[in-house]
């Protein structure tokens, strides 16, 4: 077996639904099983999944395991050389798992590989690449000099932006939302540190690579991650997880070095914690008002007459103007030159790889067009959109 892919979920059912389904056809012509954790959702997600892929391993959790826990129950069962850890909300595109299994097989030495991440409306994702968060690297994060100076090799090593995005490199830390490792250097390092529940076991893990010699590197091949559809960011279990991950990660790794600094750092964690609570307590109700009161969003809708006619059934009472246009090239050039909130396409239409539209979906960003991508899936009925879904 080349390549396990693991997703562990969380009542995220229609974003799982559409990462499946690019990953089955990422997964042409290659030897690999799909591994779903469920950890005790309770929208029916394994019940709703295994009907439209039966050909993935589910695992039922009774509990919420955590991240940590849950991946590596999937990890002990797989047999794949390479071991991909994926969050539910992404969209991977074609090449991306050919590509990084290629990489790996052409460098020994590589330990791991990430790859480019893309955001909701195409732009680049910081989180791609991340630098190990020494306590100088972390304090720069949290007192705000990684945002000033993003391109600092001191100041903004966080994110590590001052590389080239567009090349392949060789990073520090990997992003648990796309994590292929070779299972050689996983055996030798041991699986996910369990100490966490949720954040901070994919920069745990990247460092302990690096310790043991192997390295870390990074893949210009886009994949869309919707960043956070997995997890409720406005609860205060996310800001205490966060924030708690980073302190556990300072005591595995630093606290024997930089005792005086351990008070400092915790210090700063909760001044940002408090802060982000608040931001998203008092900001995100006022923001929410305002979109509440805006226009009419509009949809450009790539796909058949049928398949349109079945989407305007369904978003017949939501605030959503709908256009159609069956020619894919020909939506893209539309986008360029009218106002749409939404570009949308038919899923299962073999014609539109999601590699390609991931790819326009950057360029449109680049050319400063704020489009967020949409799919709707026929058979199911469900249009799932970055900040709604409607089935």
Same mark, same amino acid.
């Given at each position: 077996?080349?390549?396990s892919?693991?997703?562990v979920s969380y009542?995220v059912?229609?974003?799982?639904?559409?990462?499946l389904?690019?990953?089955?056809r990422?997964?042409a012509?290659m030897?690999?099983?799909?591994?779903?954790v469920d950890n005790q959702s309770?929208?029916?997600?394994?019940?709703?999944l295994r009907?439209?892929?039966?050909q993935v391993?589910?695992i039922?959790?009774?509990?919420?395991m955590?991240?940590?826990?849950a991946?590596n +129950?999937?990890?002990r069962?797989?047999q794949?050389?390479?071991?991909l850890l994926?969050?539910?909300d992404?969209?991977v595109?074609e090449d991306?798992?050919?590509g990084?299994a290629?990489?790996?097989?052409?460098?020994?030495?590589?330990?791991?590989?990430?790859?480019?991440?893309?955001?909701r409306?195409?732009?680049?994702a910081n989180?791609s690449?991340?630098g190990?968060?020494t306590p100088a690297?972390?304090?720069?994060?949290?007192?705000g000099?990684?945002?000033?100076?993003?391109n600092?090799?001191?100041f903004g090593?966080?994110?590590?932006?001052?590389l080239?995005?567009?090349?392949?490199t060789?990073?520090?830390?990997?992003?648990?939302?796309?994590?292929?490792?070779?299972?050689?250097a996983?055996?030798q390092v041991?699986?996910l540190s369990e100490?966490y529940?949720?954040?901070g076991?994919?920069?745990?893990?990247?460092?302990?690579?690096l310790?043991a010699?192997w390295?870390?590197?990074y893949q210009?091949l886009?994949?869309l991650?919707?960043?956070g559809?997995?997890t409720?960011?406005?609860?205060?279990r996310y800001?205490h997880?966060?924030?708690?991950?980073m302190?556990?990660f300072?005591?595995?790794?630093?606290?024997?070095?930089?005792?005086?600094?351990?008070l400092?750092?915790?210090?700063?964690?909760v001044?940002?914690?408090t802060?982000?609570?608040?931001h998203?307590q008092?900001?995100?109700?006022i923001?929410?008002k305002h979109?509440?009161?805006?226009e009419?969003?509009?949809l450009?809708?790539?796909?058949?007459?049928?398949?349109?006619s079945?989407?305007?059934?369904?978003?017949? +009472?939501?605030?959503?103007?709908?256009?159609?246009i069956?020619?894919?090239?020909e939506?893209?050039?539309f986008a360029?030159?009218?106002t749409?909130?939404?570009?949308c396409f038919?899923?299962?239409?073999?014609?539109?790889p999601?590699?390609k539209v991931l790819?326009?979906?950057?360029a449109l960003?680049?050319?400063?067009?704020?489009?967020?991508?949409g799919?709707?899936?026929?058979s199911?009925?469900?249009l799932?959109?970055?900040?709604?879904?409607i089935y």
């Amino acid at each position: 077996m080349k390549l396990s892919v693991i997703i562990v979920s969380y009542n995220v059912r229609h974003y799982l639904a559409q990462c499946l389904d690019s990953v089955v056809r990422a997964t042409a012509g290659m030897e690999a099983d799909i591994w779903v954790v469920d950890n005790q959702s309770q929208d029916g997600s394994v019940a709703y999944l295994r009907e439209l892929f039966p050909q993935v391993h589910y695992i039922e959790n009774e509990e919420n395991m955590g991240f940590a826990r849950a991946n590596n +129950q999937a990890i002990r069962l797989s047999q794949g050389e390479y071991v991909l850890l994926l969050n539910p909300d992404t969209i991977v595109g074609e090449d991306v798992l050919h590509g990084c299994a290629t990489f790996l097989d052409q460098h020994p030495e590589a330990g791991a590989t990430g790859t480019m991440m893309i955001n909701r409306n195409g732009s680049f994702a910081n989180e791609s690449r991340r630098g190990i968060p020494t306590p100088a690297t972390a304090f720069y994060k949290l007192c705000g000099l990684c945002s000033l100076y993003p391109n600092s090799r001191r100041f903004g090593k966080y994110y590590m932006c001052y590389l080239d995005k567009n090349a392949s490199t060789e990073i520090e830390i990997i992003s648990g939302a796309f994590f292929m490792l070779r299972r050689k250097a996983l055996e030798q390092v041991g699986l996910l540190s369990e100490d966490y529940f949720m954040y901070g076991e994919d920069i745990d893990l990247g460092y302990s690579l690096l310790k043991a010699g192997w390295k870390n590197f990074y893949q210009p091949l886009p994949i869309l991650h919707y960043k956070g559809e997995s997890t409720q960011k406005t609860s205060f279990r996310y800001v205490h997880s966060f924030y708690n991950a980073m302190l556990i990660f300072f005591n595995r790794h630093f606290r024997q070095r930089y005792r005086l600094l351990s008070l400092l750092i915790r210090l700063a964690v909760v001044i940002q914690g408090t802060i982000f609570m608040l931001h998203q307590q008092f900001c995100r109700p006022i923001r929410r008002k305002h979109q509440e009161q805006d226009e009419q969003r509009r949809l450009l809708f790539i796909g058949s007459d049928s398949a349109c006619s079945a989407l305007q059934e369904l978003c017949r +009472q939501s605030p959503l103007s709908i256009e159609r246009i069956q020619d894919y090239q020909e939506a893209v050039a539309f986008a360029r030159t009218r106002t749409y909130n939404y570009i949308c396409f038919q899923t299962g239409n073999e014609g539109i790889p999601y590699a390609k539209v991931l790819r326009d979906l950057i360029a449109l960003n680049e050319e400063g067009i704020d489009l967020h991508l949409g799919t709707f899936n026929v058979s199911t009925k469900t249009l799932v959109l970055p900040d709604a879904i409607i089935y």
